[in-house]
């Protein structure tokens, strides 16, 4: 199978009447009424069974770590289909499929392998796919399939669904890994994303599962993903957003929104403390090293005022820890540079709990 313009997909959220999703005691989805499915879960919150309304099911397997191991596609008791993960590499049925590595894939089809490459942005979001199908060390793109070595083309929106178009495509042997490199699981139109923790729905931009660390973010839903700014975050194994590196340019950029409420608080105020603390905190010139290389650490920080929030409702939010500060009288003024520094302190250090 030659790489070659695919047609265009059937793409994005279809809402199916009024009904809403339901959710178990856990906060798992467990009704999908725009997909018509069910979805049964075990004891790690796991999606184990996706049952369709045409009798359709899609069927995993894991370790005791939540690792999977099996995917089986069945229709009614009849099995379609099965795929096995074996840590990097996956078996469809009975034959290796492909070998997983940092750049790309050995694919196999019919016992023969071929080295597949990807070129990923700063996000992780697999772009390009390729090949060296003549092994004459250049890439030719051509509008022949026969010779064109661009395998497949991604192009996201900023949560993660694909976009629609005649993009390069390889039918039938489209590498899975796209979006933050996690598989996505297109089978009878579920298009999830598994990220191992949990499950991600890029046409709404949300989770099916709650956050196993929702106590550590509780001002955000548990459902949002990285804090509703996916060009800033990534969110690795679905727990906990991390800044995005720039390994260009050695570059974290850690982003901050402090929250300011009471009398005391305005626009014009909120954002002129938020630029004296991304001030103070840049001047610093932090720094941190990842494997062996020196990142230079930016901080954005951006101020915001609150209407009709009360102390004790911030105090609810998490108050100064979780960057909501009460502007009332008696609140801080950040006129005072000690009070300023060790409020940045203490933003500084839920930053770092985040990132």
Same mark, same amino acid.
């Given at each position: 199978?030659?790489?070659?313009?695919?047609? @265009?997909?059937?793409?994005?959220?279809?809402?199916?009447?009024?009904?809403? @999703?339901?959710?178990?005691?856990?906060?798992?989805?467990?009704?999908?009424?725009?997909?018509?499915?069910?979805?049964?879960?075990?004891?790690?919150?796991?999606?184990?069974?996706?049952?369709?309304?045409?009798?359709?099911? !899609?069927?995993?397997?894991?370790?005791?770590?939540?690792?999977?191991?099996?995917?089986?596609?069945?229709?009614?008791?009849?099995?379609?289909?099965?795929? +096995? #993960?074996?840590?990097?590499?996956?078996?469809?049925?009975?034959?290796?499929?492909?070998?997983?590595?940092?750049?790309?894939?050995?694919? %196999?089809?019919?016992?023969?392998?071929? #080295?597949?490459?990807?070129?990923?942005?700063?996000?992780?979001?697999?772009?390009?796919?390729?090949?060296?199908?003549?092994?004459?060390?250049?890439?030719?793109?051509?509008?022949?399939?026969?010779?064109?070595?661009?395998?497949?083309?991604?192009?996201?929106?900023?949560?993660?669904?694909?976009?629609?178009?005649?993009?390069?495509?390889?039918?039938?042997?489209? +590498?899975? @890994?796209?979006?933050?490199?996690?598989?996505?699981?297109?089978?009878?139109?579920?298009?999830?994303?598994?990220?191992?923790?949990?499950? %991600?729905?890029?046409?709404?931009?949300?989770?099916?599962?709650?956050?196993?660390?929702?106590?550590?973010?509780?001002?955000?839903?548990? %459902?949002?993903?990285?804090?509703?700014?996916?060009?800033?975050?990534?969110?690795?194994?679905? /727990?906990?957003?991390?800044?995005?590196?720039?390994? /260009?340019?050695?570059?974290?950029?850690?982003?901050?929104?402090?929250?300011?409420?009471?009398?005391?608080?305005?626009?014009?105020?909120? !954002?002129?403390?938020?630029?004296?603390?991304? /001030? +103070?905190?840049?001047?610093?010139?932090?720094?941190?090293?990842?494997?062996?290389?020196?990142?230079?650490?930016?901080?954005?920080?951006?101020?915001?005022?609150?209407?009709?929030?009360?102390?004790?409702?911030?105090?609810?939010?998490?108050?100064?820890?979780?960057? %909501?500060?009460?502007?009332?009288?008696?609140?801080?003024?950040?006129?005072?540079?000690?009070?300023?520094?060790?409020?940045?302190?203490?933003?500084?250090?839920?930053?770092?709990?985040?990132?």
């Amino acid at each position: 199978m030659y790489a070659s313009p695919s047609t @265009y997909k059937d793409y994005g959220f279809k809402q199916n009447g009024t009904e809403e @999703y339901q959710y178990d005691a856990n906060g798992n989805l467990i009704f999908d009424p725009h997909k018509d499915m069910d979805v049964v879960y075990n004891f790690l919150n796991l999606p184990e069974r996706i049952e369709f309304a045409d009798c359709k099911t !899609i069927e995993f397997t894991y370790d005791a770590g939540g690792n999977k191991l099996k995917k089986e596609l069945k229709n009614g008791t009849m099995l379609l289909a099965t795929h +096995d #993960y074996l840590g990097s590499i996956e078996y469809k049925g009975s034959e290796l499929e492909a070998i997983y590595h940092d750049e790309g894939r050995v694919y %196999y089809e019919e016992g023969t392998g071929r #080295y597949e490459f990807n070129i990923r942005d700063h996000l992780g979001n697999t772009r390009l796919t390729f090949t060296d199908k003549d092994n004459d060390d250049i890439i030719e793109v051509s509008s022949n399939p026969a010779t064109n070595e661009i395998l497949q083309e991604n192009h996201y929106y900023p949560f993660g669904m694909n976009m629609n178009g005649q993009w390069m495509a390889n039918p039938g042997r489209n +590498d899975k @890994y796209q979006y933050n490199g996690k598989e996505l699981n297109e089978d009878f139109g579920l298009n999830w994303y598994d990220y191992g923790a949990r499950w %991600y729905m890029a046409d709404i931009g949300r989770w099916g599962q709650v956050d196993p660390l929702a106590d550590d973010f509780y001002s955000f839903t548990p %459902y949002n993903n990285v804090f509703n700014n996916p060009m800033r975050f990534i969110d690795p194994d679905g /727990k906990s957003a991390v800044p995005t590196v720039d390994k /260009k340019n050695k570059i974290i950029t850690i982003n901050a929104q402090l929250n300011f409420y009471g009398s005391g608080a305005t626009d014009e105020r909120a !954002i002129a403390i938020a630029a004296a603390i991304q /001030k +103070d905190w840049n001047a610093a010139n932090g720094a941190i090293e990842i494997d062996g290389e020196t990142y230079a650490v930016q901080f954005n920080v951006t101020g915001k005022k609150i209407s009709g929030l009360t102390a004790a409702i911030g105090k609810v939010f998490g108050g100064a820890e979780n960057n %909501y500060i009460n502007l009332s009288e008696g609140g801080p003024s950040f006129r005072n540079q000690n009070t300023r520094r060790e409020f940045r302190e203490l933003v500084l250090e839920r930053r770092r709990d985040i990132g």
